[in-house]
């Protein structure tokens, strides 16, 4: 099966990936621990008490034959937790382990329990959903030894070579194919449409959006809202001074290919339309420069945003991580599945201005985050709108033709995963 995509994804080992193109392909290698979606997920999580849950491992194989075990769900915890800052954060404050931390007490043996080889019991704050953190999280299970990674497989693919991103079928996995899957780079409309009418591709890429080439298209049409969201991240000490006008211009732009969303705990301006163009077009955004990663169609996307402007584009291959302020904002794409309002503002302690992490951290401690009420929103509101720098447009569409095919569907979840499913 051949698909289009948007990007060359750099990694397919999902402890290292990066960009958006990684992650959403990752998943056709190595299934979730857990997905509300993916059929082939490694494990069934149920609620077993007012604070507890358990977690049952499938029987499932690695590539090399060996079976996926609880103490191996452990160990890939521990190195995500000591390697992502994002996730250890994350788990901190949903599962109420930072308490744990300030005594000194490794969370990962107080509050789990491995029983046998496939049960793990995990301790939460009462209302807690851990199927929707692990789905949000999306963690798979890793075959870590002496801290590096084996290059096995718990999904349909063994992978021979790392730097290559060479993969094999997986005779252990129920998905295993006869046939080499192969993905095919098509970065634009017209490169997506012509591979596919060629035969050259089985599915076009998902962010083809013009609806009247895709239509025009024999397959199966996919449409349906990302969780991948669109957000201007600010990266220089001008956008940050600028941040109320760049977020109002942000509000009358149409944007390609990105279903604006107005619930993201930012204060919309109570302005007109007339009224923000006239005092848009009289401010002086000269000399702006923007991080921009290599996907269609973020730079169409940036030249509406500010359309009067000579933006000067730096090209962004793969990771936002330690950048400098050579550009003063990145146009950014983060996945974030917002099923409930913690999740979303534990999503913004990665992009609170430095100084005033702690004092966000306190204010979330100092609210019900799971029962926000009015003053508690209204509270919120303010502080990210005078500290945060991102500011959030939407999420993205996704629209695609697959070839009808009698052996396979080759569908996107929920989170953005990728995963092939046997008719």
């Known amino acids: 099966m051949k698909i289009g995509i948007d990007v060359v994804p750099e990694t397919l080992l999902p402890c290292n990936v990066k960009s958006y193109a990684s992650k959403c392909l990752s998943s056709l290698f190595f299934d979730p621990i857990y997905s509300e979606k993916n059929p082939h997920r490694l494990a069934d999580v149920n609620k077993i008490g007012k604070d507890e849950w358990e977690i049952i491992l499938r029987e499932r194989y690695w590539s090399n034959g060996k079976k996926i075990t609880a103490h191996n769900f452990l160990e890939t915890l521990r190195y995500y937790i000591e390697s992502d800052s994002f996730i250890t954060k994350e788990l901190d404050v949903v599962l109420g382990w930072q308490k744990i931390r300030k005594n000194k007490i490794d969370p990962l043996n107080a509050e789990i329990q491995i029983d046998g080889e496939t049960k793990i019991r995990i301790r939460t704050f009462e209302n807690v959903d851990l199927k929707k953190i692990l789905s949000n999280i999306e963690l798979t299970i890793l075959p870590i030894f002496k801290e590096e990674f084996v290059n096995v497989s718990s999904g349909a693919f063994i992978i021979d070579s790392v730097e290559s991103s060479v993969f094999q079928p997986n005779n252990f996995h129920p998905l295993m194919l006869e046939e080499q899957l192969v993905f095919v780079l098509a970065e634009t409309v017209e490169d997506s449409t012509a591979l596919y009418n060629a035969s050259l591709i089985d599915s076009t890429s998902t962010t083809l959006y013009e609806e009247e080439k895709i239509k025009s298209l024999k397959g199966n049409f996919v449409k349906r809202d990302s ?197």
């Open 227 to 423: 969780s991948i969201h669109v957000a201007l991240i600010l990266n220089s000490k001008k956008s940050s001074k600028m941040k109320t006008k760049i977020a109002s211009n942000a509000m009358i732009t149409e944007f390609l290919n990105i279903n604006k969303k107005s619930d993201y705990f930012f204060e919309e301006e109570q302005m007109s339309e007339e009224g923000l163009v006239r005092r848009l077009s009289s401010e002086n955004f000269s000399n702006f420069s923007c991080y921009l990663t290599k996907y269609f169609p973020n730079e169409e996307n940036v030249s509406r945003l500010l359309p009067e402007v000579a933006m000067k584009i730096i090209p962004l291959d793969f990771s936002y991580d330690q950048l400098g302020e050579e550009a003063d904002f990145i146009f950014s794409l983060f996945r974030l599945n917002i099923e409930s309002e913690y999740s979303l503002l534990l999503f913004y302690i990665n992009y609170i201005e430095t100084e005033k992490l702690d004092e966000y951290i306190e204010l979330l401690n100092e609210i019900n985050i799971f029962h926000l009420d009015t003053d508690s929103k209204k509270k919120i509101e303010s502080f990210l709108n005078r500290y945060c720098k991102l500011v959030p447009i939407g999420n993205i569409e996704h629209q695609y033709v697959v070839r009808e095919s009698s052996k396979l569907d080759f569908l996107v979840d929920e989170n953005d995963s990728y995963y092939l499913v046997r008719k």
